[in-house]
């Protein structure tokens, strides 16, 4: 294929790429219809995403409590995001932004600013169709799901053997494991493994044997924990002695990615729920610590805090076994992913995972990808030009083969190692 000679037809294969490349969703919180109940979708389900819900509390009159909330259902909560980040309010956040991108994309008008319409076109929704459609809507060929063996609502769906479909992918999450040590061996005893409170060599045995078990049964593309700020090794936490005697033996045996997201600071407002997590600065001593003293594991990494990204970057520049993704959660927002994209691309090149979408609502899919694309576009667009200045001149092949790996083709690529 020819090499691209002029600037303007650069810029339009550029934009080109990015629009029609295929994502690879690498962390979502999304289910398969099949494990009825867990699969969020509907107009509802993304008004009270809990990104919205902390912005309602951030403006809701005082006497309206989390305690009340909570107490209402799914559509009298929905009314509330509605009337006070909507319609009272600027609705200029990002992710309330996401619900208008949403539904303009799927067809509704929202400047007419009417629910009811809306509620009764998902009520008629069959959810395998709507999944298909999201998806293709998205530009998503497939998306990793959060699969938590210490979770009981999740742990029946797979021992009933219910499938997944092919767009849904797993990977198996850990989190109790290395933060709640006293929650995962009471899970881990119900199902059967002989684990101690105090743990000894035979205990880790019976937990590596657990990460095994579910393994076998998920075939995971990797395993998973959400870390705190404060999460370090080497040292004498307890989620250092999991990681080193628990997760990274098995880890190495299956050449399985362990996948970090650390700086969170869990429950800060615990009335809040899902919406009451914070952020924290984090040591990427722990992640350089590890990534050096296991060459033979590999670890995909994300970060909570804007502070860490660009010492995170470095790290990634000394370690093959490091792959770092996503723009996570706080950081999920137009003016961090820009700046996160373009420190990548100077740091790394080509190199990482542009973003996740950690959707927790299907219909999700739609606006993270959208309005990613968009920044990753115009970063893209700036810097092939500036490659251009300096005299290279790429291929569209070329072109399509990095936007591509932006996506899910790098992701991919790791996995293979
Ligand atoms: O982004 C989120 O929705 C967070 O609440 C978490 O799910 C986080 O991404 C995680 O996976 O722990
Ligand atoms: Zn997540």
């Known amino acids: 294929m020819a090499a691209i000679k002029d600037t303007e037809k650069l810029e339009t294969t550029v934009r080109k790429a990015v629009a029609e490349a295929a994502v690879t969703d690498i962390h979502t919180h999304l289910f398969p219809p099949s494990h009825e109940g867990l699969l969020l979708w509907g107009v509802d389900e993304l008004l009270t995403y809990h990104y919205l819900v ?91 799901m959060t699969n938590d063996p210490f979770k009981s609502e999740e742990v029946t769906h797979w021992q009933a053997d219910r499938p997944a479909g092919d767009k849904l992918r797993t990977a198996l999450r850990i989190d109790p494991l290395l933060v709640d040590w006293s929650a995962a061996v009471e899970t881990m005893s119900a199902q059967g493994y002989d684990v101690a409170l105090r743990p000894d060599a035979g205990t880790y045995a019976q937990a590596r044997k657990f990460l095994s078990d579910w393994a076998d049964r998920l075939e995971p593309l990797y395993m998973a924990a959400s870390l705190p700020p404060g999460f370090a090794y ?91 993704f996503g723009c996570w959660w706080y950081c999920n927002n137009p003016s961090i992913i820009d700046e996160m994209t373009r420190m990548r691309l100077e740091l790394l090149g080509a190199n990482f995972t542009a973003n996740h979408s950690d959707a927790r609502v299907l219909d999700q899919l739609i606006y993270k990808w959208d309005h990613t694309k968009r920044i990753v576009a115009d970063v893209l667009a700036d810097k092939y030009r500036l490659q251009f200045d300096a005299g290279w001149r790429p291929t569209e092949d070329e072109i399509n083969r990095d936007v591509r790996g932006l996506f899910g083709g790098m992701f991919e690529q790791f996995l293979a190692k």
């Open 234 to 324: 080497p040292s004498d936490q307890p989620a250092a002695d999991a990681m080193l005697n628990a997760v990274l033996p098995v880890a190495r045996e299956r050449n399985l990615p362990v996948a970090m997201m650390i700086g969170v600071r869990k429950q800060v407002n615990p009335a809040l729920g899902d919406a009451g997590d914070s952020v924290g600065i984090a040591d990427v001593t722990a992640v350089q610590n590890l990534c050096a003293e296991n060459p033979d594991v590999k670890f995909l990494v994300t970060m909570l805090s804007r502070v860490n990204q660009h010492e995170l970057c470095v790290c990634a520049r000394k370690f093959g076994n490091l792959h770092i």
């Open 54 to 144: 902390a912005e309602l509390f951030t403006m809701a009159p005082r006497d309206l409590t989390p305690e009340k909330f909570w107490k209402l259902s799914k559509r009298e909560q929905a009314d509330l995001v509605w009337e006070h980040v909507f319609v009272n309010h600027g609705a200029l956040s990002e992710a309330a932004r996401g619900v208008m991108t949403t539904l303009t994309k799927l067809g509704f008008d929202v400047s007419a600013r009417d629910l009811e319409p809306i509620r009764k076109w998902f009520d008629e929704q069959d959810v395998e169709d709507y999944l298909n459609k999201v998806f293709d809507t998205a530009g998503i060929d497939y998306a990793v």
